[in-house]
């Protein structure tokens, strides 16, 4: 089953993230939010990490009005 998950919390500390995927195995598309590298590297490689690469997207399209 392949799913998209939103899950929401008030701030940006890494409690809520680590807390959701605590028993998670597979991968996290997401951005460059410092913790999701944190929640992977914890997870005994159970865990991969892939950007969107929406930002890197935007710095070529920036790059371009140059």
Same mark, same amino acid.
């Given at each position: $089953? ?6 929401? %919390? $008030?701030? !940006? ?5 680590? /807390?959701?995927?605590? &028993?998670? %195995? @597979? %991968? +996290? /598309?997401?951005?460059?939010?410092? @913790?999701? @590298?944190? +929640? *992977? =590297? *914890?997870?005994?490689?159970? +865990?991969?990490? =892939? ?5 890197? !997207?935007? &710095?070529?399209?920036?790059? %371009?009005?140059?």
């Amino acid at each position: $089953v392949k799913l998209n998950v939103f899950d929401f %919390t $008030v701030s !940006r500390h890494r409690d809520g993230p680590e /807390l959701f995927f605590e &028993k998670y %195995t @597979g %991968t +996290i /598309l997401g951005d460059c939010w410092h @913790g999701f @590298g944190s +929640i *992977a =590297a *914890a997870s005994d490689g159970s +865990i991969m990490r =892939a950007a969107c690469n929406s930002h890197a !997207r935007r &710095k070529f399209e920036d790059a %371009t009005d140059y």
